[in-house]
């Protein structure tokens, strides 16, 4: 687990300083402290004039690497489970992998995160046992963890409903006192670019806004809304809209660890100190499907996915990590021996799910029942009894 400082100084051994990337370059410009070929960046300038840099020990730079390697495993092992027909459905962040663990790891102990259902690397960095999602996906419970204990609310279906949940709990962080100091909370709320489309999402940017809540908003921008590209949703980089609002927007390579790191630190520290909202773009590309039950060959090119490829978050970690003499070999075949290790068990213990009775959806949609839920429930078991010994 990385727990860097962003705001302090990195070692000399480290590349020369370099701002934001130029426009002229045809590349957007962004917040970037590892390149993609592993090159490493002092310190990088977002548009209001922040500085950006993270102070890492090499431990913690290789379990930043860890991290991505694992989350990834894991998360492919749940579409190979989907694929044989072990859940319904997956929605895999394959590509989006820095993005989550280093917003992931730059959350404090007391902070809370709304996500939407495709943050694994997120629930994973709070400590949640990476089982929990697939029991919601294969049917047999809606999800399992507790929200309060992790710091992790339940995966959000409904596009952009999150974030008036997350915006909620803001003000409510507020009027509780609990912001103004670095033991303050914050909260972040996760989403994609297609929902920044939606009502609810925008919404969100007004009473956040308003009411000052010490919230960071977090738009993974991987370029499509299942089918539609980007270029359907906005006619601006999407954290230029946060000046609409009335509060900052910084866009970051979200494909680079360290800076996703480094700039959602940032966002949260301001936010527990009582500065208010503000949105964070990570600009990043899904490599797979929307879902499983999408064919993404069917609105983009080979090519496309073949750049994107070049920018992938792990191989220029480890690009990074090779040049800098962080890791060697040995290193990074142990990790792959963990991963495979890990997403093994994890199939098994899938699989090893029992099934639920059907009557059971009944049990928790009140906390204390209801006579009309009683009947209903009644009823269904006389259903299903029906069927016994019949040739039904």
């Not at 952009?160 to 912001?179: E, F, I, N």
């Not at 927007?249 to 009582?274: F, K």
Request: with cysteine; glycine share 10%.
């Amino acid at each position: 687990m990385a727990k860097g400082d962003p705001g302090a100084a990195t070692r000399s051994k480290r590349a020369a300083p370099r701002t934001r990337r130029a426009a002229a370059t045809g590349e957007p410009e962004l917040v970037q402290l590892l390149t993609p070929e592993g090159e490493r960046i002092e310190s990088a300038l977002g548009p209001d004039g922040t500085e950006y840099r993270v102070d890492f020990t090499d431990e913690e730079y290789r379990g930043l690497y860890r991290d991505l390697v694992l989350v990834r495993k894991l998360d492919a092992e749940a579409t190979a489970l989907q694929r044989q027909g072990e859940l319904g459905l997956w929605a895999s962040l394959l590509g989006q992998e820095a993005a989550q663990v280093g917003s992931g790891r730059a959350l404090r102990t007391q902070d809370m995160a709304f996500p939407t259902y495709r943050e694994h690397g997120v629930l994973y960095c709070r400590g949640i046992d990476p089982i929990m999602p697939l029991g919601l996906f294969r049917g047999v419970d809606q999800g399992g963890w507790d929200p309060n204990e992790f710091k992790f609310n339940m995966y959000t279906i409904v596009i952009g409903a999150q974030t008036l949940h997350a915006t909620g709990y803001a003000m409510g962080v507020a009027m509780d006192g609990k912001t103004g100091g670095e033991d303050g909370e914050a909260v972040i709320a996760y989403f994609g670019d297609g929902a920044t489309s939606q009502g609810d999402v925008n919404e969100s940017f007004v009473w956040a806004s308003v009411f000052n809540a010490p919230l960071v908003f977090f738009c993974q921008n991987n370029q499509y809304a299942i089918s539609e590209p980007l270029e359907r949703q906005t006619r601006v980089p999407l954290y230029r809209r946060a000046g609409g609002f009335g509060f900052p927007g910084v866009r970051v390579d979200g494909n680079d660890v360290l800076a996703s790191y480094a700039v959602t630190r940032h966002a949260l520290d301001n936010a527990r100190n009582g500065q208010g909202p503000s949105l964070i773009e990570a600009y990043t590309y899904r490599m797979g499907a929307h879902t499983t039950s999408d064919d993404p060959t069917r609105y983009r090119i080979a090519s496309e996915v073949e750049a994107w490829q070049a920018k992938d978050p792990i191989a220029r970690m480890k690009a990074f990590l090779t040049k800098q003499k962080i890791a060697d070999e040995s290193f990074f075949t142990e990790v792959d021996e963990q991963a495979r290790t890990e997403s093994v068990h994890l199939r098994e213990r899938v699989l090893a799910m029992p099934d639920p009775q059907p009557v059971t959806m009944f049990d928790h949609v009140y906390p204390n029942g209801s006579p009309e839920l009683d009947e209903q429930r009644a009823r269904f078991t006389q259903y299903m009894e029906s069927f016994e010994g019949s040739a039904h």
